[in-house]
């Protein structure tokens, strides 16, 4: 069976090296970079499974190589940030972040979200749900990745994407956010509601529901959310 390749960035020798060790004791094969431009070329070269990234970079920060990377085609990304500012992770996630991990962080941790992530991609491109979902003027298309809206694509990132896949495959069910993280990310922790919050709150931007009666996506307030489904096409 081949290993699975990830990719850590970090210009701090010490943690990348660190980082190395775990997750080859977890047996994925690792290749490291220090900055950003080694970073994308490595990526190119090895095409890698996950990109372990570190939001803080010299010349080339974290969310210029993200976007780079994920140019040609998507890799999911865990994101290294020392900043605990709500600001810097949602702006990881706007540009198509995975995860992120706040510094200091336990290698056992950062070894759970590399799994869970790698888990969730394999669940993805091997799901057997493919068929697209119409829900009303909404085009959902699995197999190729794609949203519409009025036959208008709207770009979400691959996190955007699951949430809102898995609102629309149940219209009219109530998620809760714990349940979403279980779902989208393959497991929970303390700040799950805020994350879930922020990526439903971009959907609903993306789909054109800012300051407006939610077309597609409710809030059931004090649990979670859910896709509604008056509308829903035979």
Request: hydrophobic share 40%; aromatic share 6%; glycine share 8%.
């Amino acid at each position: 069976m081949t290993r699975q390749t990830v990719l850590v960035v970090d210009d701090e020798e010490a943690i990348a090296e660190a980082v190395r060790a775990r997750l080859e004791s977890e047996g994925y094969a690792v290749v490291v970079a220090g900055d950003g431009p080694r970073a994308i070329e490595l990526t190119r070269e090895v095409h890698p499974d996950l990109v372990v990234l570190d939001l803080m970079l010299p010349g080339m920060d974290g969310l210029e190589v993200c976007k780079e990377i994920q140019r040609d085609a998507w890799i999911p990304v865990l994101m290294l940030t020392a900043r605990t500012e709500e600001a810097d992770k949602v702006a990881g996630f706007a540009v198509g972040a995975d995860d992120y991990l706040t510094k200091p962080f336990s290698l056992r941790e950062l070894a759970v979200r590399v799994k869970a992530i790698l888990r969730r991609v394999d669940r993805i491109r091997s799901s057997s749900t493919t068929e697209p979902i119409e829900r009303g003027p909404l085009l959902i298309d699995p197999a190729r990745r794609r949203v519409t809206l009025d036959e208008t694509e709207v770009t979400l990132t691959p996190l955007e994407f699951e949430i809102l896949h898995t609102l629309a495959r149940s219209p009219g069910v109530v998620f809760t956010r714990e349940q979403l993280m279980d779902r989208v990310w393959g497991y929970r922790d303390y700040a799950g509601g805020r994350v879930v919050d922020s990526h439903v709150a971009r959907i609903r931007r993306k789909l054109g529901e800012d300051g407006a009666e939610p077309r597609f996506i409710r809030t059931v307030h004090g649990v979670g959310y859910a896709f509604r489904d008056e509308g829903r096409t035979p």
